[in-house]
């Protein structure tokens, strides 16, 4: 991951696999990899150690955790629901409230920013300086 704007790109790119899976989805399908914000690169980034307890404490931290969980958790719920061949629900979340959650997420992200005030060595490895 090279910078923030990775990071939003590589969730971006969920819309498109979003869809697809919404088409392939089967019934019983497994969404826990999906649900966990903690494992995309930029979620073992947010919750590993890179990140001191002051970083964590703060609200801009808090906002991007939150925001990041429900964005996996919506990106979940949107496989469910095309697994249950509720399709035309899944897809009317899809465009609507995950296009909302991606956006903010996205924002919110941007805002943070926390390298720009801390040694790029907490950054995710490969992070450009002038990004962080």
Not at 65 to 89: P, S, T, W
């Amino acid at each position: 991951m090279r910078d923030i704007e990775e990071a939003i790109g590589a969730h971006a790119l969920w819309m498109s696999e979003l869809r697809q899976a919404i088409l392939d989805a089967r019934p019983g399908v497994e969404v826990g990899g999906i649900r966990a914000d903690d494992q995309c690169e930029f979620g073992q980034w947010l919750y590993g150690s890179r990140l001191s307890a002051a970083d964590r404490m703060t609200e801009s931290y808090q906002e991007v955790r939150r925001l990041h969980a429900e964005f996996h958790d919506l990106a979940a719920l949107l496989v469910e629901r095309a697994a249950a061949g509720r399709i035309v629900e899944a897809y009317a979340l899809l465009y609507d409230e995950y296009v909302t959650m991606s956006g903010r997420l996205a924002l919110a992200m941007r805002a943070w920013q926390p390298c720009s005030t801390t040694s790029t060595s907490r950054c995710p490895a490969g992070w450009l300086a002038s990004a962080c």
